[in-house]
């Protein structure tokens, strides 16, 4: 069987591969803090974060698809240390809030390095996540906000998750997300 040989690696591709890291160490955060809201029974809180953990690590596996469809090696990464000790609900997630915002920021790297590059369809995949962030960081802010504003009183953060569903329950994928590796879960 003869070996492909596989495209060379320009600064946008090796930024996705960065990416992936990046994405499956949030996906390890966000599981970190639904374990330890699921610890001090607070269940939506716990559902609504290994629901976040499971969209990063469809993203890390939507630019593993990506990297693959286009004929580059990719690498599997490690994700280093998460932190899994809080001191109270705000903590979490304004750490939450400000990893989407970071992840935000890589993703405009992303789309501005495609584009310096002259990679048009490299920058058209990097859209789908650009709109992507928005909602994440809008929805992470209302959270830190009903959080703030319940002073204390969880019961009120858990009856705003069930009532108002910041995400979606029935768990239906976003039809205009790219296709993931192995199948979105």
Request: aromatic residues 8%; proline residues 3%; without cysteine.
């Amino acid at each position: 069987m003869a070996i492909r040989k596989k495209e060379p690696r320009s600064k946008f591709y090796e930024l996705l591969q960065q990416q992936v890291h990046n994405e499956f160490k949030a996906s390890q955060q966000y599981l970190a803090l639904a374990v330890w809201f699921d610890n001090d029974d607070l269940p939506q809180l716990a559902k609504r974060f290994y629901r976040q953990s499971v969209e990063e690590r469809n993203h890390a596996l939507a630019l593993v698809r990506y990297l693959m469809d286009t004929d580059h090696h990719v690498e599997i990464p490690g994700t280093g240390e998460v932190r899994n000790e809080f001191a109270g609900v705000a903590e979490l997630v304004e750490l939450a809030l400000e990893q989407e915002k970071e992840v935000s920021a890589d993703i405009k790297t992303l789309a501005k390095t495609a584009r310096d590059e002259d990679d048009y369809q490299g920058e058209q995949f990097m859209q789908w996540f650009l709109k992507e962030q928005v909602e994440e960081i809008a929805q992470m802010t209302t959270l830190l906000n009903i959080v703030k504003r319940a002073d204390g009183d969880l019961f009120d953060v858990e009856n705003f998750l069930a009532r108002e569903a910041v995400v979606d329950d029935d768990g239906a994928a976003d039809p205009t997300m790219p296709p993931v590796a192995g199948g979105a879960l």
